[in-house]
């Protein structure tokens, strides 16, 4: 024996009003905004000088990717994307050695100072000839 069973028009509406409800309602709880920082990152600002003077165009990476910026007159900068703890920013300027600096938890703001890099060249110019080119024979 079968039996039917009759959902009237208003019961179904019902149904999907609870539903909807409760689907598409935010939930809301407490979060622990150390832990958030750490999986989602933050943003870096930072300044750039020569001990004394702030460096433009100081080249500001992400070791390991493709993502930098560089800094302005003042030296200052800010980080394209968040970044999160543990990741390593380089420093690059030409006539200065690259520096890093590794983000820690409490790292909102960075302070470098770069240092000339010494750069000795070996040997001298021969200049007892003149140079002579050789001529093409045709």
Do not use: C, H, W
Not at 4 to 33: E, R, W
Not at 69 to 93: A, D, I, M
């Amino acid at each position: 024996m079968k039996t039917q069973v009759k959902i009237s028009n208003k019961a179904i509406f019902m149904f999907f009003m609870l539903i909807g409800l409760v689907g598409f309602t935010p939930l809301q709880a407490q979060n622990d905004n150390s832990s958030a920082e750490a999986t989602q990152g933050k943003t870096i600002k930072g300044i750039v000088t020569d001990g004394t003077n702030p460096l433009q165009d100081v080249n500001v990476t992400l070791k390991g990717f493709k993502v930098g910026t560089v800094t302005n007159e003042k030296g200052e900068f800010t980080f394209p994307r968040p970044l999160r703890v543990g990741e390593v920013l380089q420093f690059s300027y030409l006539g200065f050695a690259t520096k890093e600096a590794k983000i820690k938890a409490d790292t909102n703001f960075i302070r470098m100072e770069m240092s000339e890099e010494v750069i000795e060249v070996m040997g001298s110019l021969n200049t007892n000839k003149r140079y002579k080119s050789k001529k093409r024979k045709q």
